[in-house]
């Protein structure tokens, strides 16, 4: 806990205090100056000192290990999340203990990835294995969500039908090439370390987190058995293979608030944003081509009923439109060409974790 609040002083500093003298200064030049300015600006300065001041201190005690972490409650753990998916990739070289990493979790904690660990957290493991990977600021437990709307999970569904379900987590303020590599690495120690032979894989990933399994899979590998050899089913749930519009915009919101002096700040905060927030601008194209053996499933949602409807056309999900999760550009050409496509009428992007139309799917695309 005293990392976050280390985090919200330097944030303070950096986006609001700074942010509303550059502004000040900034409009005072556009109308000549004022009186007083070197009081304010010391003023301004005495500020940000005391803040940065704050933040060293509080994260020297956090680095003691004194009080709560973050981890240790459900609101923790949602505000790590979204911290690592804004700006996760500075987390990294700046404050590492509060950066996620690329790991496999069970009842909260990261799971060691030997024979030893995996056995201990996976007593009646089989030779089917399910991934789930969440997507842009969530985390593992995000899949646990609208429980009561259907009375079960995706994950506690399969497990009756035969498959062991794995959830992993990542940093989704990494790039999503250097967050594929990552993975890659993990599901091949996972696959050579599982407490049986691994038959089959099937990976379900939400929004980015299909991005991030499809840059796993487009690692090249020199092991004789590559973990990709027995992937047969890759899910997407809203995954903006061709990217967002949400992301697109803050770019050029970013952009064009900088051109002023007196919106420059606003800008900065904007830029503020991860490379992988940046990532999602674009997707992942043909440079990442689909697993030649496996099936692809794909499923979009729209706030209407219809998928044509022209708010639903625009809108989507709210954050990703049908082309997109598609894998379809307007030039009609398609990424996956093969692939089985579901569209969900009337409801958003985080619906979509767990929707009784994807049990009923997921159920007969892995029989």
């Given at each position: 806990?005293?990392?976050?609040?280390?985090?919200?002083?330097?944030?303070?500093?950096e986006l609001v205090v700074r942010s509303v003298r550059d502004t000040h200064d900034a409009w005072a030049d556009r109308f000549g100056g004022y009186p007083g300015r070197r009081i304010t600006s010391a003023v301004y300065g005495g500020v940000s000192v005391g803040l940065r001041a704050a933040s060293a201190g509080l994260d020297k005690v956090a680095a003691a290990g004194v009080g709560p972490r973050l981890e240790e409650g459900p609101r923790g753990r949602f505000v790590s999340s979204a911290v690592n998916g804004l700006i996760g990739d500075r987390l990294v070289r700046e404050r590492p203990r509060m950066a996620f990493g690329t790991t496999?979790?069970?009842?909260?904690?990261?799971?060691?990835?030997?024979?030893?660990?995996?056995?201990a957290a996976y007593p009646r493991a089989t030779g089917r294995l399910v991934v789930f990977l969440h997507g842009l600021c969530e985390n593992e437990s995000y899949w646990e969500r609208w429980r009561e709307r259907t009375g079960t999970t995706y994950a506690e569904m399969l497990a009756e039908e035969g498959w062991t379900p794995v959830y992993l987590r990542a940093?989704?303020?990494?790039?999503?090439r250097e967050n594929g590599a990552a993975l890659s690495s993990l599901m091949q120690r996972l696959v050579e370390a599982w407490p049986v032979p691994v038959d089959r894989v099937a990976l379900v990933g939400h929004s980015m987190g299909g991005l991030i399994l499809r840059a796993a899979g487009a690692?090249?590998?020199?092991?004789?058995?590559?973990?990709?050899?027995?992937v047969s089913d890759i899910v997407?749930?809203?995954?903006?293979?061709?990217?967002?519009?949400?992301?697109?915009?803050?770019?050029?919101g970013s952009?064009?608030?900088?051109?002023?002096?007196e919106t420059a700040a606003f800008g900065r905060i904007l830029d503020w944003r991860s490379v992988g927030v940046h990532d999602l601008v674009a997707g992942l194209a043909e440079d990442v081509p689909p697993?030649?053996?496996?099936?692809?499933?794909?499923?979009?949602a729209t706030?209407?009923?219809?998928?044509?409807?022209?708010?639903?056309?625009?809108?989507?999900?709210?954050?990703?439109?049908?082309?997109?999760?598609?894998?379809?550009?307007?030039?009609?050409?398609?990424?996956?060409?093969?692939?089985?496509?579901?569209?969900?009428?009337?409801?958003?992007?985080?619906?979509?974790?767990?929707?009784?139309?994807?049990?009923?799917a997921l159920r007969e695309w892995l029989a």
């Open positions: 806990m005293l990392d976050a609040l280390s985090l919200l002083t330097e944030v303070a500093d496999v979790r069970a009842q909260g904690r990261d799971v060691p990835l030997d024979a030893d660990g995996l056995a940093n989704t303020g990494l790039g999503l690692v090249a590998s020199e092991v004789e058995e590559p973990w990709t050899d027995r997407t749930l809203g995954t903006p293979h061709l990217g967002a519009p949400i992301a697109r915009g803050i770019g050029h952009r064009g608030l900088s051109r002023l002096p697993l030649p053996h496996a099936r692809y499933r794909l499923v979009a706030l209407t009923a219809r998928e044509r409807h022209p708010v639903g056309h625009v809108l989507g999900d709210l954050l990703v439109r049908p082309p997109s999760a598609y894998g379809r550009d307007r030039y009609g050409q398609e990424l996956f060409p093969d692939a089985t496509v579901l569209h969900l009428g009337r409801t958003d992007h985080f619906g979509l974790l767990n929707h009784p139309e994807v049990h009923t």
